[in-house]
């Protein structure tokens, strides 16, 4: 269930209706909508803690055991010789910036492996991980089927260039899965997916502008990276050097969670309005539900004025219910782009939607799209093993219930260590911010005490807990993660929220 919790001086709620799934052989069916209240408060409700039934819970050869206690100095030597060196050879030293710890100060830590909800560094010290490769690992970090499957299909080559059997099974299964998809077309990142989306929305519709809201990330290409959250936030940079003006000047932005803004948008546009893109719920600001109105209004905006509305589900795609976004909340939107999860941790992305609009792609029409290793077997065979998991029946409920497990934790802890806390999840996404109050859009989340962050970032690192290294970024559990990793979690917390 989403949640939103705060510390405000006094209780308030609002209801927000949503569209909740539930799992029938192995299949997301939709129950009927119903409308539940969210609460913000000063402190969260006690929580009940129970003995671990997970059996999702990874089996490994390897001893689940947290090398960081008091016993052990916390070191990350080897960690930032290793960065210092990177940092000759790649920009920065990494090839994403996030990885550079830049918004929480100190240098990054160095992985060496994974396993199920845990990672090690080449220290030797042993996290919890909620950043989860930023969202695919939602089964859980290097599992045995998959990498049983990936083996196998190694066998037969890395990759082909032409057609394979996987390409159809995985989009068969993403078809089945979400609402708006009649057919697909695979490539090999987010960033390209939501490129391949914006030409055909274009192609489709004869227009050129597109709106998109402040704080949401849809890939670095030269026309989203307006206002675009993410790691452009986590720089300071409103937007991206080296950007043309003629590259955005068809992208219009509103505030998120404002259907007033986007009504002036139309209204000042008419008839020119390509495509509305969003993150359903944002993960490139932190976490950041949408108000049902909000959802509800944009597709009636859309419809009546001949645009088309675009889920970016890259991030929510099979992670807050089987079906997304569009599934959990009941609203079908004409195009989606997928990622992350649909590639088991490999390299993929997919955009997909309505069949008259889809066969405008080459080469069933004239809109031109390709990519060498876009349908590579390893991500398509890694991506069918994971939807398969997913699949079981309890999958999507036991998420829940751990997530919401540990966000009331996380949110009680701060509170009553006297810190002005709020955060929420759905499924198992989540975020939390230090601002007194509910954060709807990204000025909001901007008004979050990043310095408390960052030293609470580095404080559950030498407890053994890895958190994204921004505000601005979503958490995830997975199916590996038990109830001990989430008391552990909560236990750690309470210790960090004391000193900061």
């Not at 199920?116 to 089927?145: F, L, Q």
Request: glycine share 12%.
């Amino acid at each position: 269930m989403a949640a939103t919790t705060g510390t405000s001086a006094t209780a308030t709620s609002t209801t927000l209706a949503l569209h909740r799934p539930r799992i029938f052989d192995g299949e997301c069916v939709a129950l009927s909508k119903k409308a539940f209240p969210v609460k913000f408060v000063r402190r969260p409700a006690l929580f009940s803690h129970r003995p671990s039934n997970n059996k999702y819970s990874c089996t490994s050869s390897r001893v689940i055991r947290m090398s960081v206690s008091v016993e052990k100095k916390y070191s990350t030597q080897k960690s930032q010789e290793i960065f210092t060196a990177a940092k000759e050879l790649m920009p920065g030293g990494v090839n994403s910036p996030v990885r550079a710890f830049n918004s929480v100060g100190g240098q990054p830590i160095v992985f060496d492996s994974v396993k199920g909800s845990h990672a090690w560094d080449v220290d030797g010290n042993e996290y919890i991980d909620y950043v989860g490769t930023w969202g695919p690992s939602i089964i859980g970090h290097a599992d045995d089927k998959v990498n049983a499957a990936l083996i196998e299909a190694l066998k037969k080559g890395t990759s082909f260039g032409a057609p394979c059997l996987a390409e159809n099974v995985l989009a068969e299964m993403v078809i089945k899965a979400v609402p708006s998809i009649e057919m697909v077309r695979f490539v090999n990142s987010g960033t390209e997916a939501c490129m391949g989306m914006l030409r055909l929305a274009r192609a489709f519709t004869g227009r050129d502008k597109m709106v998109k809201f402040e704080g949401c990330y849809h890939g670095h290409a030269d026309p989203f990276l307006v206002k675009a959250g993410s790691g452009v936030a986590t720089l300071g940079l409103p937007d991206s050097p080296g950007v043309p003006k003629d590259a955005t000047i068809g992208t219009l932005t509103a505030p998120y969670n404002d259907i007033e803004a986007v009504e002036k948008l139309f209204s000042d546009n008419k008839g020119q309005i390509a495509a509305v893109i969003l993150e359903p719920v944002v993960g490139n600001s932190g976490f950041i539900a949408p108000r049902r109105e909000f959802l509800e209004g944009l597709r009636e905006l859309t419809k009546t004025d001949g645009a088309l509305l675009v889920f970016d589900e890259v991030m929510t795609g099979f992670r807050i219910s089987y079906g997304g976004a569009q599934e959990y909340f009941g609203i079908t939107p004409d195009l989606t782009t997928l990622g992350k999860i649909i590639g088991g941790g490999l390299p993929v992305g997919a955009y997909g939607g309505r069949r008259e609009i889809m066969e405008m792609v080459a080469p069933a029409g004239p809109m031109y799209q390709a990519g060498t290793l876009s349908g590579n077997p390893l991500a398509m065979t890694a991506g069918i093993c994971t939807l398969q998991r997913l699949q079981q029946p309890g999958s999507y409920e036991y998420l829940d219930k751990i997530t919401n497990r540990l966000v009331q934790g996380l949110l009680e802890a701060g509170s009553n260590a006297g810190h002005k806390i709020c955060g929420g999840h759905i499924s198992g996404m989540f975020g939390f911010f230090f601002t007194e109050w509910p954060v709807y859009n990204f000025a909001d989340a901007k008004k979050s005490d990043t310095g408390k962050f960052a030293r609470f970032h580095r404080g559950m690192l030498e407890q053994g807990v890895y958190f994204a290294p921004s505000q601005f970024e979503a958490g995830f559990t997975s199916l590996a993660h038990t109830e001990e990793d989430i008391d552990f979690t909560i236990a750690a917390a309470r210790k960090v929220f004391e000193y900061i």
